[in-house]
């Protein structure tokens, strides 16, 4: 099946500091979403972007799909911005089933 | 709009017994999914329903694991008889329906029912 990579597994920044999450995928995709999940375990949807560039307040995010990856990226981070990012893909056309990377955990320190 | 609601947020069982999980998606969502996550594991895929039909099973570890939608409304999932590598995290998402519509692959999840096997 698919294989995804996201790199790194670990980051700690200092508030207000940049970041770029990165996900490398091993198909051709049909459907990449990024998800955080919050302190409290909840999955949220951030983008669905199986292509092109997307941006939302202060975080945006790019797949090259072709290159068959994804990047996420977090400007002016925040406390709250603390917790694990996810990727996850579907192969192809017909599935419904996401794959999901092992994510990257996010610690932003005040 | 109401989001997708699983309950409980937490359950304790001892080895061998018997526990429901309980999603309820977004209205008008025809898709849903049962994922789930053990310790140390990626978020694995468990089933899709569309509406009262199981679409896809494949990932149902177990016959110990049993998923119905009744009336193509909430969902549940038992574990019967539950054991010690059952615990985790098990997540529900739901989604519209639409072949090859852009809308159906955005799948919003619930904050996910916590089980924990003794």
């Known amino acids: 099946g698919i294989q995804v990579e996201q790199s790194p597994p670990d980051l700690i920044l200092q508030e207000g500091a940049n970041s770029t999450l990165r996900c490398n995928f091993s198909?051709?995709?049909?459907?990449l979403q990024w998800f955080h999940q919050n302190p409290w375990g909840q999955l949220i949807n951030l983008f669905y972007?199986?292509?092109g560039t997307k941006q939302n307040g202060r975080l945006s995010a790019t797949t090259v799909a072709t290159e068959r990856y994804s990047l996420l990226y977090i400007s002016s981070s925040q406390t709250t911005d603390s917790g694990v990012y996810f990727c996850?893909?579907?192969?192809?056309?017909?599935?419904?089933?996401?794959?999901f990377g092992k994510g990257t955990k996010l610690s932003v320190i005040p | 709009e109401a989001g997708v609601t699983q309950f409980p947020s937490h359950s304790v069982i001892e080895k061998g017994q018997t526990v429901t999980l309980r999603c309820d998606p977004i209205?008008?969502?025809?898709?849903l999914y049962w994922y789930r996550r053990v310790m140390g594991k990626e978020i694995k895929f468990l089933l899709h329903?569309?509406?009262?039909?199981?679409q896809d099973e494949s990932g149902m570890p177990n016959n110990r694991f049993l998923a119905e939608r009744t009336g193509g409304t909430y969902s549940t999932l038992k574990v019967q008889p539950a054991e010690l590598e059952d615990s985790g995290v098990y997540f529900c998402?739901?989604?519209?329906w639409g072949q090859g519509w852009a809308g159906a692959n955005v799948l919003t999840f619930g904050a996910g029912s916590r089980l924990t096997v003794l």
């Open positions: 998402a739901s989604s519209q």
């Open positions: 198909d051709s995709v049909n459907n």
């Open positions: 972007i199986p292509s």
């Open positions: 996850a893909v579907v192969p192809g056309a017909g599935s419904y089933q996401l794959t």
């Open positions: 209205s008008g969502h025809d898709n």
């Open positions: 329903f569309v509406k009262e039909s199981k």
